[in-house]
């Protein structure tokens, strides 16, 4: 079967949908949405253009398509136009719908006619057909969204749909056989309707769908007050009672006055949680038979509750009934008036009759329509197919079919065939969504006991690193104590050091001294030397004593290499240094008193020189020994006084590291004891958030 493409007539605004599928629910054709994204679409081959979506969507994400600015870009380009008003004109514009003319007419309009003379010629056609066909049953067809329903969803109900075109299509039709000069004009359709757009699509009449909606919003932009234009009247024939066609049973107090009694014989009905299910009955009753006589003669049918006073494309939604109509009754009066009053309802039909035989004629105003079930192309699932659609939906069970209609569809059944068509997905049914929440309720308890076992065993953790650090704490306390202590004894070692070589310094200047005198007594020597020759026993109490000091001399060498090889070992030279000096002291004063001794001695030498010179010889070579021993000796001294300095100065290097290892050690023992209140406050977070869990 073939599909057709039909023309949009809602919108969506995809930043506005917050897909909580109200339009699904409002929807008397579910499947025209699809649910499967993040925004509901609309399958426009499938949708009615009920409107009902508009009004079921709290977030305006759906919108009437509309012509209005097309029509006034085609004032604005001096294009040949002319407009129809649908008679809910005077409910949406009070008093000032006849001033809307003028306004139209002041922006470039040609020519406004009334759709209420076209409602005249469509009750007229619909009484013919009734005479003339008598048919068994007869579906009115004024609003295109019934028209499109039955196309689509209900194709054994289009024979029954009248075979004529509804009040805009009357107009429209009479403009263009009855009015030569506006044939080539288009036409714009100042309309309360979404759906009239379908009617001017199937049929290739109409050109512009203005609804009042934005017709109105376009005044308050431009700021235009209808009030400042003149009352201007249509420029077509008046109309009488079909002015009230636009509210609920309009068309029946129309055909009323041509074909008394019809009345009785009529099913009135609107709205579309009404009308769709009625029309859905009425043709499974026509497929079995209408033996009782229960079946209507005539279908007075509207899409919209409140008639088109309240249609979609109107901002009467939620507007008191009797608030709209009243507008429509008075101008009601006023037109009876026109034709002679209500009291002479038989004159009036033969003065309207006239006039409306003057713009009908056999086969002008003949509908027909397309069978557009091709576009339905909805499969319906088997049960086994329908139970595996339930397991995705995580529905087991009788006891799990809740029919709650958050999906929109009504029961589980209408989202399961949804699901199936891929209309939708799992993730919009309420009973899928609290199995998972149930199923994440329960995986989360079981991550709660397993956080709380780990909870605790952090806790144990945190405790034990508590106790380390704590105890790490203490060591560094002490470490920092002891590197204080060793500081201070180091500091007093190096100032030892420094003293010692001072005083070494102060004692190579004394050797110097002795060497230029042991010189000078050599020097001596030799000039009495040939007087000393025979006093050779008084030599050996000088001889005891060179003894002495070579022995003092070898000690002073031994110490003076020990002291050199502490040296090389600075780090752990600090103790030996102080030693040495001690050693160096105690050599210095056996030096000096043993040279005390040989001044003594020399002394008895002179003494003895006087009494023999055979000695001076052995005492000159005694002499020259002592003097090399002593020059020895001051070398040593000056070597180990440059080693002293050089400790020295490295000592000052060891004073600077020992503060910086201070700081360290400060810095060290300050950040563990931030790591111990950190650790603690850790500690104290992971109890509170136990505690929380537990709650």
Known sequence: MDTYKLAPVIRIDKEKCVNCHACIAACPVKYCNNGVEDKVTINHNL???????????????????????????ALDKKERVIAIAAPAVA????DRYLNLNSYLKSRGVAAVFDVSFGAELTVFSYVKYLNEKKPALCIAQPCPAIVNYIEIYRPDLIPYLAPADSPMLHTIKMIREYYPRYR???????SPCAAKW??????????????FLALYEYLERQKVSLASFNPQDYDNPPAERAVSFSMPGGLLITAERDSPGIGRVTRKIEGTHTVYPYLADLAAAISTGDKNGELPRLVDCLNCEKGC?????????????????????KRRAEMEAKYGGSKSAAKNQKKVFKVLSRYWKPGLYD???RDLSGNDTLKTPNEKELTEVYKSLRKYGQQDIYDCNTCGYGSCRGMAVAIFNGLNRPENCHHYDLS????????????????GAQIEKSLDFMKGINELIESLNDQIVRQASAIEESSAAIEEMVATINNTAGMARKKQDAIQDLVANVEHGRSSMHETINAVGNISKG???????????GGIAANTNLLSMNAAIEAAHAGDAGLGFSVVAGEIRRLSETTRENSRNISATLTAIIDGIKITTARSSTTDTLISTMSEEINSFANTMTELINSLSELSVGSREITIALVQLREHAEAIKTGYSDMMSRTRDLESSMQRIAETQDA
């Open 47 to 73: 949708c009615i253009g009920c409107g009902n979506c508009i009004h079921a969507c709290t977030h305006k994400a759906r919108v009437v398509v509309d012509d209005s600015e097309a029509f006034f870009n």
């Open 309 to 329: 006073n309240g249609g979609t494309g109107t901002r009467n939604r939620e507007t008191p009934t009797d608030k709209l109509e009243a507008p429509i009754r």
């Open 436 to 451: 998972l929440i149930e199923e994440d309720r329960e995986t989360i308890d079981r991550l709660n006991q397993n956080l």
């Open 367 to 369: 509908r027909s329509y």
């Open 91 to 94: 409910s949406s514009f009070p």
């Open 539 to 549: 030599v050996e109490g000088v001889g005891a004593a060179i003894k002495v000091i």
């Open 184 to 190: 080539n004009h288009k036409i714009a359709v100042i």
């Open 198 to 211: 379908r009617e001017f699509d199937e049929t290739g009449h109409g050109d512009y769908n203005v609804t």
